[in-house]
Protein backbone atom coordinates (compact mmCIF):
# COMPACT_ATOMS: atom_id res chain seq x y z
CA UNK A 1 0.00 0.00 0.00
CA UNK A 2 1.10 3.70 -0.54
CA UNK A 3 0.07 6.65 0.82
CA UNK A 4 -1.66 8.51 -1.92
CA UNK A 5 0.67 11.90 -0.91
CA UNK A 6 4.25 11.18 -2.39
CA UNK A 7 5.86 13.26 0.06
CA UNK A 8 5.13 10.49 2.61
CA UNK A 9 6.46 7.29 0.74
CA UNK A 10 8.70 5.86 2.49
CA UNK A 11 12.39 4.51 0.92
CA UNK A 12 10.16 1.11 0.64
CA UNK A 13 7.08 3.07 -0.39
CA UNK A 14 9.73 4.44 -3.22
CA UNK A 15 11.25 1.28 -4.43
CA UNK A 16 7.11 0.04 -5.09
CA UNK A 17 6.65 3.30 -6.58
CA UNK A 18 9.76 2.54 -9.03
CA UNK A 19 8.66 -1.38 -9.19
CA UNK A 20 5.64 -0.74 -10.62
CA UNK A 21 6.62 1.76 -13.28
CA UNK A 22 9.91 0.03 -13.99
CA UNK A 23 6.94 -2.71 -15.30
CA UNK A 24 4.72 -1.34 -16.60
CA UNK A 25 6.67 1.04 -18.79
CA UNK A 26 9.28 -2.52 -19.38
CA UNK A 27 12.20 0.23 -17.97
CA UNK A 28 15.70 -0.98 -16.73
CA UNK A 29 15.67 -2.30 -12.85
CA UNK A 30 18.85 -0.27 -12.55
CA UNK A 31 16.92 3.01 -12.02
CA UNK A 32 16.15 1.79 -8.73
CA UNK A 33 19.72 2.16 -6.94
CA UNK A 34 19.57 6.23 -8.18
CA UNK A 35 16.53 6.93 -6.17
CA UNK A 36 16.97 5.21 -3.16
CA UNK A 37 15.30 8.35 -0.60
CA UNK A 38 12.21 9.12 0.87
CA UNK A 39 9.05 10.54 -0.85
CA UNK A 40 9.56 13.96 0.77
CA UNK A 41 13.37 13.76 -1.01
CA UNK A 42 11.60 12.21 -3.92
CA UNK A 43 9.34 15.18 -5.04
CA UNK A 44 11.66 17.15 -4.74
CA UNK A 45 13.88 16.60 -7.58
CA UNK A 46 13.42 18.13 -11.08
CA UNK A 47 12.79 16.88 -13.89
CA UNK A 48 16.17 17.42 -15.31
CA UNK A 49 16.94 15.27 -11.83
CA UNK A 50 15.09 12.34 -12.64
CA UNK A 51 17.23 12.77 -16.27
CA UNK A 52 20.19 12.84 -15.15
CA UNK A 53 19.15 9.40 -12.83
CA UNK A 54 17.62 7.57 -15.65
CA UNK A 55 18.76 8.08 -19.00
CA UNK A 56 16.06 6.25 -20.17
CA UNK A 57 12.51 6.74 -18.88
CA UNK A 58 13.49 9.66 -16.63
CA UNK A 59 10.76 11.90 -18.03
CA UNK A 60 8.49 9.59 -18.04
CA UNK A 61 9.13 8.49 -13.88
CA UNK A 62 9.00 12.48 -13.75
CA UNK A 63 5.52 12.68 -15.23
CA UNK A 64 4.40 9.51 -13.06
CA UNK A 65 5.09 11.63 -9.80
CA UNK A 66 3.38 14.56 -11.06
CA UNK A 67 0.70 13.05 -11.78
CA UNK A 68 0.67 11.38 -8.02
CA UNK A 69 1.68 14.67 -6.72
CA UNK A 70 -1.25 16.44 -8.40
CA UNK A 71 -3.86 13.68 -7.52
CA UNK A 72 -2.99 13.70 -3.52
CA UNK A 73 -3.62 17.49 -3.86
CA UNK A 74 -6.75 17.84 -5.59
CA UNK A 75 -8.57 14.62 -4.72
CA UNK A 76 -8.91 11.52 -2.57
CA UNK A 77 -8.16 9.22 -5.17
CA UNK A 78 -5.94 8.14 -7.73
CA UNK A 79 -7.06 7.06 -11.41
CA UNK A 80 -4.20 5.65 -13.72
CA UNK A 81 -6.97 4.48 -15.97
CA UNK A 82 -8.06 1.21 -14.14
CA UNK A 83 -4.02 -0.21 -13.35
CA UNK A 84 -4.65 0.72 -9.77
CA UNK A 85 -7.71 -0.88 -7.55
CA UNK A 86 -7.60 1.78 -4.54
CA UNK A 87 -9.07 2.09 -1.32
CA UNK A 88 -8.85 5.20 1.23
CA UNK A 89 -8.14 3.85 4.49
CA UNK A 90 -7.37 5.91 8.10
CA UNK A 91 -3.49 5.15 9.20
CA UNK A 92 -5.80 2.16 11.68
CA UNK A 93 -6.15 0.43 8.71
CA UNK A 94 -10.47 1.36 9.11
CA UNK A 95 -12.64 2.51 6.08
CA UNK A 96 -13.14 6.13 6.22
CA UNK A 97 -15.45 8.30 4.43
CA UNK A 98 -13.96 11.30 4.67
CA UNK A 99 -10.28 12.53 3.19
CA UNK A 100 -7.71 12.36 5.99
CA UNK A 101 -3.71 12.71 5.65
CA UNK A 102 -3.24 8.67 6.48
CA UNK A 103 -4.63 8.22 2.57
CA UNK A 104 -3.34 5.28 1.71
CA UNK A 105 -3.96 3.40 -1.69
CA UNK A 106 -3.61 -0.25 -2.22
CA UNK A 107 -2.30 -1.07 -5.53
CA UNK A 108 -3.06 -4.44 -7.32
CA UNK A 109 -0.10 -5.14 -9.77
CA UNK A 110 -1.85 -5.93 -13.34
CA UNK A 111 0.98 -8.42 -15.16
CA UNK A 112 1.12 -7.67 -18.77
CA UNK A 113 2.12 -10.67 -21.03
Not at 2 to 14: A, G, I, N
Not at 46 to 61: H, I, K, M, P, W
Request: proline content about 4%.
Amino acid sequence: MLFSDPSKWTVEEVETWLAWNIAQYNLSPSVVQYFKMPGHSLVMLTEQDFQQRALEGGSLLYAQLELWKAASMDETTVDVSGLLQETTTTRSGSSSGEPSDGKKLSIKFNKLL
